[in-house]
C-alpha cells in the first residue's frame, strides 16, 4: 500500500509539471494612440494690383445780369469815388462757361488733372446796356508725383484768357492730419512761379513764396478751407507807387488770403436721385499788399490799384443730381451769388448786388 501511495504520487507531479508546459502566455496588445496634428494654414497675401483711375467732366454755366446793372448810381457807389457808376460787375454780365475738367491717377504715385474754361459773351447787342462780357478760353495743367506719404511735387501750366501764360512748381508738404477735426488738414507749399505776356516781352514776371493750404470741420455741418499766398514778386517792368509816376519800384511783396465757409443740406436722396441745397462763402480774396499802384491810361489819365483789396461773396444754389450708372452722373442747378462786385478797395469796399445763375453738367468716372 505503502508504495502504491509513492507511485500514485509520484505520477501526479509529473502530470502537473505536462500542464504546466502547456499552458500558453497571451500575448499582451499594446494600445497605440494615433495623434494627427493639423498643420497650419498660411494664407498668402496677395497684393491689389494698381489699375488706372481717372473722370471726365463737362459742365455748362451762364450768368445773368448783375442786379442794378444798368442802373444809374449815386456818385462813389462806383470804382472811382465821385464817379456816377451805372454798370455793375463790368466784365462780368450775361455770358456763359463751358467748362471741361478731367484727371487720370496713371500710376500709384503719378496723377494728372486738366480744367479748361472756356468763356463766351451772351451780350444780346443793346448798346445802352454797355455790356463788356468775358470771352475767351482759359487752360491749366497740374502733374502731380508723390515721393512719399507726406512729401508731392506738383508742376502746373495756365493759358490765362488774354494768353499770358506761366509755369509753377511746388514742394507740397502734408504737415498736419486729422480727418474729422476742427483743423483736418495743413499743407505747406513752398514754390518758383514765372510768369509771361503774350508777346513774350519784358512784362512778366518772377515769383518765390509759399501756399499754406488748410481745411476743417465747424459744428451744425459746416466744413471750411482755403490758401493763404505768400509771394515775394520780381518784375520785368517797373511800377509807379505815387499818383506822379515819380516812384518806381520793380519788387514787391504781397500776401493773399482765401477762406471759404460750406454747407451741403441734402433735401431728398435715393439711390440715383439726389436735390440739394448749398451754401458757400466768404473772402475770395483778401489781398494785403506792399504798395498802391498808379498807371496812366490812353486818354493820360492816372488811375490807382490800392495795396489792399478784398472781394466777400454768398453763392447760393439749388443742385439734381441723377446717376444714371455707378460711374456717370448728371446734374442740374440754378442760384445766385451775392458779392461786392466793383468796389473792392478796403477802405470803402461796399455795395453787394446779387448776379444769378444756371448751370448743368455731366461726369463720368472710370
Sequence with gaps: ?????????SLLVVGTAVQAKEV????????????????????????PVFRPTGYIGVEYRAYGKTEGHGDRVAPGFGTDPGVAQDEWNRGSNKYSRLETTFGVQATENFSLEGRIRDFNNLENGDSNDNYSAQDGTETRLRAYYKHNDWFTSRVQYKDEEDNSQNLEYQARFITYKNEGGLLSSLILAPKVYHS????????YMNTIGMDIEYAGNLPLGFTWDGTIYLDQ???????????????NKDKDFTATWEIYLRRNFALYTTDAYAIDFNFEGGYDPYVFGQYDKYTKDSNGETTKSPKTTYSLYTLLTLDATYKITENVAVNAGVGAEYRNWDNIDQSSASHWRWQPLAYAGMKVTF
Design 24 to 47: 500558453v502566455v497571451a500575448p499582451v496588445e499594446v494600445s497605440k494612440e494615433i495623434i494627427v496634428v493639423a498643420e497650419p494654414v498660411v494664407e498668402e497675401v496677395v497684393a
Design 1 to 9: 500500500m505503502k508504495k502504491l501511495a509513492l507511485f500514485l504520487g
Design 233 to 247: 514778386n520780381f518784375y520785368g517792368q517797373d511800377f509807379h507807387t505815387n499818383a506822379n509816376l515819380t516812384d
Design 196 to 203: 509771361f505776356p503774350k508777346d513774350g516781352g519784358s512784362n
